[in-house]
């Protein structure tokens, strides 16, 4: 396997603001991302596969590619940032309509106990689901694409808003890059 690259953001570290800091992105990206990168390439190097060395790298591997998605699904604050197209006939058919998703998706990200993830996943017949990771990778469902992703852990939101994740939640929707996940919707599934 090749090593993995470092992504840079797709927007200005304080593009995301209010929402999410400038001060947050810069640690987010560079310090926690960066790190899982490195580990995660670090561990690929070691030719002795042992359990041990799987878990590092996976944790590492996923960490890194958790970050990936979850940064790159976010733009520019904006108001009534709601769903078009694909994805809202999708969240529609699924949940009935995207208030519902939106409670459960905010329902999901606020019970990560410890450090997770809150996802939006697809199967190959667009059918979605929302579920939460452990960690970066445990809880994962095989043939499932996230489709969009929120980092919940502590480093994520902290500084912003401190223990008040419900507000960090509930803005996080402000700054949801559908088209990004239409994109994804689109792409990725249909070549499931
Ligand atoms: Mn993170």
């Known amino acids: 396997m090749n090593k ?36 995660a390439n670090a561990a690929m190097e070691k030719t002795d596969k042992n359990r041990e060395i799987m878990r590092d790298f996976s944790f590492n591997y996923n960490g890194a590619k958790m ?14 940032n709601l769903p078009e197209g ?11 309509s995207f208030e519902n998703f939106k409670k459960e998706f905010s329902g999901a990200a606020g019970s990560v106990e410890g450090s997770g993830w809150a ?3 697809g199967d190959s017949e667009k059918n979605l689901f929302v579920g939460q990771l452990e960690k970066h990778n445990l809880l994962g469902l095989n043939g499932l694409v996230p489709l969009l992703v929120l980092d919940v852990w502590e480093h994520a939101y902290y500084l912003d808003y401190l223990n008040d994740r419900k507000q960090y939640v509930e803005k996080f929707f402000g700054i949801i890059n559908w088209d990004k996940v ?3 919707l689109n792409g990725k599934l249909e070549s499931c």
């Not at 470092?6 to 995301?16: D, R, S």
């Not at 694909?86 to 009935?96: A, M, P, Q, S, V």
Request: hydrophobic fraction near 40%.
């Open 182 to 184: 239409n994109e994804k």
């Open 86 to 96: 694909k994805i809202l006939t999708e969240i529609e058919r699924n949940f009935g």
């Open 119 to 121: 996802v939006l996943w």
């Open 4 to 39: 993995i690259n470092i992504i840079p953001l797709p927007y200005k570290y304080e593009e995301l603001e209010p929402v999410i800091s400038r001060q947050i992105m810069e640690l987010h990206h560079d310090k926690h991302y960066v790190a899982y990168v490195n580990a």
């Open 67 to 80: 970050h990936e998605i979850f940064f790159d699904g976010m733009r520019k604050v904006r108001e009534n």
